[in-house]
């Protein structure tokens, strides 16, 4: 069981805001955790083999209009039959660790049930070609590919779901547990939960802000009850939970904007960050959402569920929100905005700051739970040269300016443990399809070759203890 003791409000030492310089691996504790990323349906593919039932990202993506080029999972880039090549990149990088996601559909087909035993077995051959080569494995249990039949009972805004994903956290936990030892019971529930039932922007694509909130309290209950099950049948686990947190900051210094960056603040940050850390939701944003929600569906003891003791908090970062009050000041709307900084392909502005800002905050405000850096890259539009080389130096100034900011968090307090980049390999980017190229190895979707980009060889470089200027 964790150890730490929430200190409350900490005095994290200031720090220049830009320390430009040269950097390495000693930067940081020796002990510190350095991987890549990815999950199951972004680049698995066999998504008719091995028993694996559908999910609804295979129904989203087949649904016309949905995903960029109609592009989907189906083939993806084949991870499910190249994972040995794979794990030999993992190997040639100097990875420490690599954190994937078991897809639920391989393992209980319906969503609920006996397990798929040739599912389980898929991820034990990869459990093992890791530990074969030195590398540590984290499974994340859930990265958005929720089985169909579950979505056609209800899907997250249906309580039930919470128990199935408990059972299934079980099953993985007995399948895998005596060889996986980190285990991340949701990626980003914040998009589950409000890209899927909230924009429909994401599977299952609906849109309805009450089904939203009722998705991520259930989200957040799956995540307790999933805890709970893990402790009991793998006692020396590492457990977290990865949440996307951003800084969020105004356009401007005019009236109302305090409002707005309160209101984005509280949605994309603390109606997460509360529960999971602190037991309860914060009430000014739930008297944000009354008019969506009277929160019926929260019952007695979920937040004390919900609120389970933690080994770590997983912190995706890309960039920072920047708001201002909306067209129609007093209504609650909100304009996000930008400040002009340079952008990657996916249009989010490249901010290092805001990531020094995010680790500094969350520590400030919830504690000394130890954090985990569980995802951080760049999309650039990434082209295969005539001599075989991917040159891609906008995404290492971009890796180099985060470590360099993760360094300071660390010097200012931090309790900061590992850094995992995004993503491996180019993969199947949710409603953007294969358009956008977040890998440090670059993929040619119709040949599946893999070639290290240079990102990728500064990246092994850098976890050799080459020191990298930034
Ligand atoms: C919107 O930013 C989020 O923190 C976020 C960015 N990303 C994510 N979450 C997901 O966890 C990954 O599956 C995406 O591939 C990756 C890149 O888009």
């Given at each position: 069981?964790?150890?730490?003791?929430?200190?409350?409000h900490?005095d994290l030492?200031?720090?220049?805001?830009?320390?430009?310089?040269a950097?390495?691996?000693g930067?940081?504790?020796?002990?510190?955790?350095?991987g890549?990323?990815?999950?199951?349906?972004?680049?698995?593919?066999a998504?008719?083999?091995?028993?694996r039932?559908?999910s609804?990202w295979d129904?989203?993506?087949?649904?016309?209009?949905?995903?960029?080029d109609?592009?989907?999972?189906?083939?993806?880039?084949?991870?499910?039959?190249?994972?040995?090549?794979?794990a030999?990149l993992m190997?040639g990088?100097?990875?420490?660790?690599?954190r994937?996601?078991?897809a639920?559909?391989?393992?209980?087909?319906?969503?609920?049930?006996?397990?798929?035993?040739?599912?389980?077995d898929?991820?034990s051959?990869l459990?093992?070609a890791?530990?074969e080569?030195?590398?540590t494995?984290?499974?994340?249990?859930?990265?958005?590919?929720?089985?169909?039949p579950l979505?056609?009972?209800?899907g997250w805004?249906?309580?039930d779901?919470?128990y199935?994903?408990?059972?299934?956290?079980?099953?993985?936990a007995?399948?895998l547990g005596d060889?996986?030892?980190?285990?991340i019971?949701?990626?980003?529930?914040?998009?589950s939960a409000?890209?899927?039932y909230?924009?429909?922007?994401?599977?299952p694509?609906?849109?309805?802000?009450?089904?939203?909130?009722a998705?991520?309290?259930?989200?957040m209950?799956?995540?307790?009850?999933?805890?709970?099950?893990?402790?009991?049948?793998?006692?020396?686990?590492?457990?977290g939970?990865?949440?996307n947190?951003?800084?969020?900051?105004?356009?401007h210094d005019?009236?109302?904007?305090d409002?707005?960056?309160?209101?984005i603040?509280?949605l994309?940050n603390?109606?997460f960050?509360?529960p999971?850390?602190?037991?309860?939701?914060?009430?000014?944003?739930?008297?944000?959402?009354?008019?969506i929600?009277?929160?019926?569906f929260?019952?007695?003891?979920d937040?004390e569920?919900i609120n389970?003791p933690l080994?770590?908090?997983?912190?995706?970062y890309?960039?920072?929100?920047v708001?201002?009050?909306?067209?129609?000041?007093?209504?609650?709307?909100?304009?996000?905005t930008?400040?002009?900084?340079?952008?990657?392909a996916?249009?989010w502005?490249?901010?290092?700051?805001g990531?020094?800002?995010?680790?500094?905050?969350?520590?400030?405000?919830?504690?000394?739970?130890?954090l985990?850096?569980t995802?951080n890259g760049?999309?650039?539009?990434?082209?295969v040269?005539?001599?075989?080389?991917?040159?891609?130096?906008?995404?290492i100034?971009?890796?180099?300016?985060?470590l360099?900011a993760?360094?300071?968090?660390?010097?200012?307090g931090v309790?900061?443990?590992?850094?995992?980049?995004?993503?491996?390999?180019?993969?199947?980017?949710w409603?953007?399809?294969?358009?956008k190229?977040?890998?440090?190895v670059?993929v040619?979707?119709?040949?599946?070759?893999?070639t290290v980009?240079d990102?990728?060889?500064?990246?092994?470089?850098?976890?050799a203890?080459d020191?990298?200027?930034?």
């Amino acid at each position: 069981m964790p150890d730490h003791q929430d200190l409350g409000h900490r005095d994290l030492q200031n720090q220049p805001d830009h320390d430009h310089g040269a950097l390495s691996r000693g930067d940081f504790p020796p002990e510190f955790t350095w991987g890549v990323a990815t999950s199951s349906y972004q680049i698995e593919g066999a998504t008719s083999e091995g028993g694996r039932g559908p999910s609804i990202w295979d129904t989203f993506s087949a649904t016309p209009g949905r995903v960029v080029d109609g592009d989907n999972g189906d083939v993806a880039v084949e991870h499910y039959r190249r994972y040995q090549q794979d794990a030999d990149l993992m190997a040639g990088l100097g990875v420490d660790a690599y954190r994937f996601s078991v897809a639920w559909p391989r393992i209980q087909p319906t969503g609920s049930g006996p397990v798929n035993q040739a599912g389980v077995d898929f991820y034990s051959r990869l459990v093992d070609a890791l530990l074969e080569r030195g590398i540590t494995p984290w499974a994340t249990l859930y990265h958005w590919d929720l089985p169909q039949p579950l979505e056609d009972l209800g899907g997250w805004p249906s309580r039930d779901t919470a128990y199935r994903f408990a059972e299934y956290a079980a099953h993985v936990a007995d399948a895998l547990g005596d060889r996986v030892k980190h285990f991340i019971t949701l990626n980003e529930p914040w998009c589950s939960a409000f890209l899927g039932y909230g924009s429909g922007r994401h599977a299952p694509g609906r849109s309805d802000g009450a089904a939203a909130l009722a998705a991520a309290h259930h989200l957040m209950l799956g995540h307790g009850l999933a805890v709970q099950a893990l402790r009991e049948r793998v006692p020396d686990a590492q457990v977290g939970i990865t949440l996307n947190l951003y800084p969020v900051t105004g356009a401007h210094d005019g009236h109302g904007v305090d409002d707005a960056v309160r209101r984005i603040d509280g949605l994309s940050n603390r109606w997460f960050l509360d529960p999971v850390l602190r037991g309860a939701y914060p009430k000014d944003v739930v008297e944000d959402v009354a008019h969506i929600s009277d929160l019926a569906f929260v019952a007695d003891a979920d937040l004390e569920t919900i609120n389970a003791p933690l080994d770590f908090l997983g912190v995706n970062y890309y960039t920072r929100h920047v708001v201002a009050p909306g067209a129609f000041p007093g209504t609650g709307l909100v304009e996000f905005t930008d400040r002009g900084l340079p952008t990657t392909a996916m249009g989010w502005e490249v901010d290092a700051d805001g990531l020094f800002d995010i680790l500094t905050r969350v520590t400030r405000d919830y504690g000394d739970l130890p954090l985990v850096m569980t995802e951080n890259g760049a999309a650039f539009d990434d082209e295969v040269g005539a001599d075989g080389t991917v040159h891609d130096p906008r995404r290492i100034d971009f890796l180099a300016g985060h470590l360099a900011a993760a360094a300071r968090a660390v010097r200012a307090g931090v309790p900061l443990r590992g850094y995992f980049a995004w993503s491996l390999m180019d993969n199947f980017e949710w409603a953007e399809g294969y358009a956008k190229r977040f890998g440090i190895v670059h993929v040619d979707f119709d040949t599946q070759e893999r070639t290290v980009k240079d990102s990728g060889r500064w990246y092994a470089a850098f976890l050799a203890g080459d020191r990298t200027q930034y």
